[in-house]
């Protein structure tokens, strides 16, 4: 599964949020989008799960226009991982991971055993298999965030489009969604604010700024000091761990930058 993006621009109410984002997801890639709050991250996701429809270009998956595949179609290949989950109804977590076998089925069948087992299997997946009966509503955030990764993989998309799909989570849960979701091998494309974490899994990035794509590359080849400077207003030291070879970055503000951006005071 190939995602394409080309010269897409979307705006509202007058204001360009978007402008000529060309973008590609190889087959299989795992691509990070980075960039700092309102620069337009979440809003090109939601173009690529068609909720939003661009102004202008176009999206392209595997060969064909988005906007030309039914509703079913886009939802057999394409799951999406939003950062809130929020559901007005008391479903249970087989319930809810259920749900992902929906788009397989017509409208009057029946899940089969095989739908149950595939939902189990999903549940062993996110580590989350002993909740199965438990109301959805009253897990953790962390908790809810596994569920809805499992629900993902219920439906074995073959693209898989994440916003945010660490909030919440601990640290050895941010570290196993991530490996959990790469180990797939499914074509993902992931909106992620920790730049250690984009580092660590991340094929290639894709820096937003302002609504345009202001570098790309591998995490090697994008996150470095200047840019890091420019795009976050922070300085940093960038350096290669010797026992993995990945990158680890630190963060520090500096005074001339604070001085400039200083978009906590009042
Ligand atoms: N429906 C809308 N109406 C008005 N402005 C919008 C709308 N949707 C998005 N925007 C604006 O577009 C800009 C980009 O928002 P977006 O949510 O895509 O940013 P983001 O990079 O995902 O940010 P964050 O890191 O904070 O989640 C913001 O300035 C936002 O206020």
Redesign the pocket.
């Known amino acids: 599964m190939k995602l394409e993006v080309k010269h897409l621009s979307w705006s ?2 007058g204001k360009q ?1 978007l402008h000529d984002i060309n973008l590609q997801v190889s087959s299989g890639e795992f691509v990070g989008l980075i ?1 700092p ?7 090109l996701l939601r173009c690529m799960y068609r909720v939003l429809k661009p102004d202008s270009g176009v999206i392209i998956l595997n060969g064909q226009n988005i906007w030309h595949l039914s509703a079913r179609e886009m939802a057999q290949a394409t799951a999406v991982v939003l950062q809130e989950a929020s559901t007005e109804f008391d479903f249970t977590v087989a319930e809810m991971v259920l749900m992902g076998r929906n788009v397989h089925l017509g409208l009057f069948d029946r899940e089969t055993e095989k739908d149950h087992s595939i939902v189990f299997d999903a549940l062993v997946q996110v580590g989350m298999n002993d909740f199965a009966e438990r109301s959805f509503i009253s897990l953790s955030g962390g908790e809810k965030q596994r569920v809805l990764i499992a629900r993902a993989i219920a439906q074995q998309a073959r693209f898989l489009i994440l916003d945010e799909p660490t909030n919440h989570l601990d640290i050895r849960y941010q570290l196993e969604l991530l490996e959990l979701v790469k180990g797939l091998g499914v074509t993902t494309i992931a ?1 992620l ?1 920790d730049l250690n974490l984009a580092a660590s899994y991340c094929d290639r990035i894709y820096v ?1 700024n302002n609504g345009t794509i202001r570098a790309v590359g591998t995490p090697q080849d994008v996150l470095q000091s200047d840019l890091i400077r420019e795009v976050f207003g922070v300085g940093s030291t960038v350096e290669t761990d010797p026992s993995n070879g990945k990158l680890h970055i630190s963060f520090f503000l500096d005074a001339k930058i604070g001085s400039k951006r200083n978009s906590l005071a009042p």
């Open positions: 509202i109410e949020i960039g709050n309102g620069s337009g991250k979440s809003t909106a604010h937003v």
